[in-house]
């Protein structure tokens, strides 16, 4: 990407319907990355059309031109309810983070651990105790998580004989302020 700099001292924003074609090519292109590296869950998840929904639906925010990021209050609904009794007071509200996608020749450059602070400002911001997200079990990510400080509450298994792992994660937040 010609101007790396630039792209990545962007700014958050909100995204709308005018921006799918951006969040839809920024999502398309990390799924075609992971694809690459054997993982094909968001090839097969994410489609043109449930983007624009996200957008219609949900707050979706990016960074410059290089990052996107979903938020929600609502648990995915694909979580069962073993998945949501492994959340720390799960009846609670919180804010979930979902398709945190940053442009594979932006990765590593702090972009994403900048959207994930912004939803936990955002969680602060609203009084609003837990950040919750569920991300593939892959050792970068893991890692990442981690790192931003997210702790593992439990598993998800899909796909044949359960050879997809996901991980269940927190971070309960200072929502004083």
Same mark, same amino acid.
């Given at each position: +990407? =010609?101007?790396?700099?630039? /792209?990545?001292?962007? @700014?958050?924003? %909100?995204?709308? @319907?005018?921006?799918?074609?951006? $969040?839809?090519?920024?999502?398309?292109?990390?799924?075609? &990355?992971?694809s690459? %590296?054997? /993982?094909?869950?968001?090839?097969?998840?994410?489609? =043109?059309? *449930?983007?624009?929904r996200?957008?219609?639906?949900?707050? $979706?925010?990016?960074?410059?031109?290089?990052?996107?990021?979903? +938020?929600?209050?609502?648990?995915?609904?694909?979580?069962? %309810?073993?998945? !949501?009794?492994? /959340?720390?007071?799960?009846?609670?509200?919180?804010?979930?983070?979902?398709?945190?996608? $940053?442009?594979? &020749?932006?990765?590593?450059?702090? !972009?994403?651990?900048?959207?994930?602070?912004?939803? !936990?400002?955002?969680?602060? @911001?609203?009084? !609003?105790?837990?950040?919750?997200? &569920?991300?593939? *079990?892959?050792?970068?990510?893991?890692?990442?998580y %981690?790192?931003?400080?997210f702790?593992? $509450?439990?598993?998800?298994?899909?796909?044949?004989?359960d050879?997809?792992?996901?991980?269940?994660?927190?971070?309960?937040?200072?929502?004083?302020?």
């Amino acid at each position: +990407m =010609e101007n790396r700099e630039v /792209f990545l001292n962007g @700014q958050i924003r %909100k995204a709308g @319907q005018a921006n799918l074609a951006l $969040v839809w090519g920024i999502i398309r292109e990390c799924a075609e &990355d992971l694809s690459n %590296k054997g /993982f094909t869950h968001w090839s097969k998840y994410y489609r =043109e059309s *449930l983007v624009a929904r996200m957008l219609e639906k949900k707050d $979706v925010y990016l960074w410059g031109e290089v990052g996107t990021m979903t +938020m929600g209050l609502e648990l995915p609904w694909y979580y069962s %309810k073993e998945d !949501i009794n492994c /959340f720390s007071e799960a009846e609670r509200p919180g804010i979930c983070i979902s398709a945190l996608a $940053v442009r594979p &020749d932006c990765q590593n450059a702090g !972009i994403g651990g900048k959207l994930v602070d912004f939803a !936990i400002n955002h969680a602060k @911001q609203r009084g !609003i105790e837990w950040v919750r997200l &569920d991300c593939r *079990l892959i050792p970068s990510l893991e890692r990442f998580y %981690k790192n931003m400080g997210f702790n593992e $509450v439990g598993r998800m298994y899909e796909g044949n004989d359960d050879e997809e792992v996901y991980l269940l994660m927190e971070k309960r937040v200072d929502a004083g302020g």
